[in-house]
C-alpha cells in the first residue's frame, strides 16, 4: 500500500472517528446546555432527546423525570406562599377594621383612641412583616416574570418616593444613574432597590447623606448606596445579611423587619448576581448589589449627569 493510499486510509478513519465521536458527544452537549439554562432557573425546559435507546438516552429521560418532580414541587410552593398571603393577611385586616370602627364611634374615650392607634402601629407592622416573608420566600423560590428592566429608572421613582421621609429626618438624599437593563423580576429588583434606599435614610443620623449610584461595568449592572450613620465594625456586616438578626441599635426599630438586606441578597442571587456590604469610614454603610446585563457588556456605558435629590425632594440641574 503505497503513501497515497495510506493518507487516503488515515482520512477516511479520522473521518468516521470524528462522526462517531460527534454522535456521541452531541446528545451530552445538549443535556449540558439544558442543565445550563436550567440552573438559570427555568424549570418548564427538558431535554427531550431524540435517540435511539441506550445509555445516554436512559440518562436523558431520567434528567427529564427529575425535572418534572422538581417542577412540580416549586409550583406546589409557589401555590403555597400564595395561600399563606391570604391566610395571614385575612385576619389582620380585619383587625384593623375593628380597631378602626371602635376608634370612630362618637362615643369612644380617649383612652380607647391611644390604645387603637397603638394596635394599628402593631397591626401595620404586622403586615409589613409578612409582605417581607412572602417577598424573601419569593425571591428564594423562583423568578415568574423576567423582562427588561432599567435600573435607572426604578432608582429615579424609589427616590421621588423616599423624598418626604428624607425630608422628614432631614437626611440629604443624592443620585448619580446611567442606564442599566437588566433582566429579571421589575416588582423584586425595584424592591432591592427601596430597601436599600429606605435603610439608607431609616438607619441614618439627622444631617447625614445618601449616595445612590446606578452604572454599567465589564462586570454587569451596579447599584450603589452608600449612606452615613453609627459606626459599624466589619465582623458585624454578615449579621445584616441574616434574617431577623439586626445590630443592637436597630433593634428597637419598630419600622424595621430584620429581612431589608437578606431579601436584597437573596434577589440578587436569584438574578445570578451577589451582594455586598463594607463598613465607611466614619461610620455608616456601603452596600452594592451586582447583576449581569444581557448581551456583551460595554466597557463603559453612557451615563446622565449626576442630579442632586436634596432632603425636601427637589432636583437641581
Known amino acids: 500500500m503505497d503513501a497515497a493510499q495510506l493518507g487516503a486510509v488515515g482520512a477516511m478513519a479520522t473521518t468516521a472517528g470524528w462522526l462517531v465521536a460527534g454522535r456521541l458527544v452531541r446528545p451530552l452537549s445538549v443535556i449540558s446546555s439544558t442543565a445550563e439554562r436550567i440552573a438559570g432557573r427555568t424549570l418548564h ?16 429521560d431520567s434528567f427529564d423525570s427529575m425535572l418534572d418532580r422538581l417542577d412540580e414541587a416549586f409550583a406546589g410552593q409557589s401555590r403555597f406562599i400564595s395561600n399563606a398571603a391570604h391566610e395571614l393577611k385575612t385576619p389582620i385586616a380585619v383587625h384593623r377594621t375593628l380597631v378602626e370602627v371602635a376608634m370612630n364611634r362618637s362615643d369612644a374615650p380617649p383612652e380607647v383612641r391611644r390604645l387603637g392607634e397603638n394596635l394599628l402601629a402593631v397591626s401595620a407592622r404586622h403586615e409589613r412583616l409578612i409582605d417581607a416573608l412572602l417577598t424573601l420566600a419569593r425571591a428564594e423560590n423562583s423568578l415568574t416574570e423576567l423582562v427588561p428592566v432599567d435600573l435607572a429608572e426604578l432608582a429615579e421613582s424609589v427616590l421621588d418616593s423616599a423624598a418626604a421621609d428624607a425630608e422628614r429626618r432631614e437626611v440629604t438624599v443624592a443620585d448619580q444613574v446611567e442606564p442599566g437593563t437588566v433582566t429579571g423580576d421589575p416588582v423584586l429588583l425595584e424592591q432591592v432597590v427601596r430597601n436599600l434606599v429606605d435603610n439608607a435614610v431609616r438607619y441614618n443620623r439627622p444631617g447625614g447623606e445618601v449616595a445612590v449610584r446606578v452604572s454599567v461595568g465589564r462586570q454587569g449592572a451596579e447599584v450603589v448606596v452608600d449612606n452615613t450613620g453609627p459606626v459599624i465594625a466589619a465582623h458585624e456586616v454578615p449579621v445584616l445579611f441574616a434574617p431577623f438578626r439586626r445590630l ?3 433593634v428597637g426599630s419598630a419600622r424595621g423587619s430584620g429581612l431589608g438586606l ?3 441578597r437573596a434577589v440578587a442571587r436569584a438574578h445570578g448576581g451577589e451582594a455586598t456590604a463594607q463598613p465607611r469610614p466614619g461610620g455608616g454603610l456601603t452596600v452594592r448589589v451586582l447583576l449581569p446585563v444581557p448581551g456583551p457588556t460595554p466597557a ?7 442630579r442632586p435629590l436634596t432632603g425636601s425632594g427637589s432636583r437641581r440641574r
Open 248 to 250: 443592637t441599635d436597630r
Open 300 to 306: 463603559v456605558a453612557p451615563g446622565r449627569p449626576g
Open 262 to 264: 437578606s431579601i436584597v
Open 45 to 60: 425546559r427538558r431535554i427531550d432527546l431524540q435517540a435511539p435507546a441506550g445509555e445516554v438516552k436512559s440518562l436523558a
